[in-house]
């Protein structure tokens, strides 16, 4: 691999884990601009129906919105496959969520299949789609250390 590949590899890499670091801190100029402006994203949320939405603020505001009914989240990017052909990419990113109701937790592993664009230097997301893999349920409890009876 060829030093700009590697380059191009890190900063692909970079624009995933800045889409994950967007949705957690809700910050919408930062989740937009990981999109190309007329990207098209379609997402599997809640339900097996899956919903597509197109342009960069209009995927951020449906994120949001979905973001916005939990407490918080927070994503951990388990692993990445790139391929390069060009300006374009492919990447598949396997995750892990966990959103806090507030009583609940809700953990999924997650699948996002994108197509990525280079725009100078920066690669953004022009085609996302994501998949929830499995998930499982359980009570939200106050933050504390555990201690031991006794």
């Known amino acids: 691999m060829t030093d700009a590949e590697v380059l191009d590899h890190v900063r692909i890499r970079a624009a995933l884990e800045d889409y994950y ?3 957690d801190l809700r910050d919408r100029e930062f989740l937009i601009a990981c999109f190309t402006e007329d990207a098209i994203a379609t997402y599997q949320c809640g339900t097996p129906d899956e919903n597509t939405t197109k342009g960069a603020s209009v995927i951020a505001d449906s994120l949001l919105g979905i973001a ?10 388990s692993n990445i496959t790139i391929r390069i052909d060009g300006t374009r990419a492919q990447s598949t990113t396997f995750s892990v969520i966990q959103a806090n109701t507030g009583e609940k937790i809700i953990e999924r592993g997650l699948r996002y299949d994108d197509e990525m664009v280079r725009q100078g230097n920066v690669w953004k997301i022009a ?24």
């Open 68 to 77: 916005g009914k939990m407490v918080n989240s927070t994503h951990g990017v």
């Open 21 to 23: 670091a967007a949705v």
């Open 127 to 150: 085609v996302r789609r994501h998949r929830a893999l499995w998930q499982r349920i359980a009570d939200s409890a106050p933050i504390g250390l555990v201690t031991r009876p006794g």
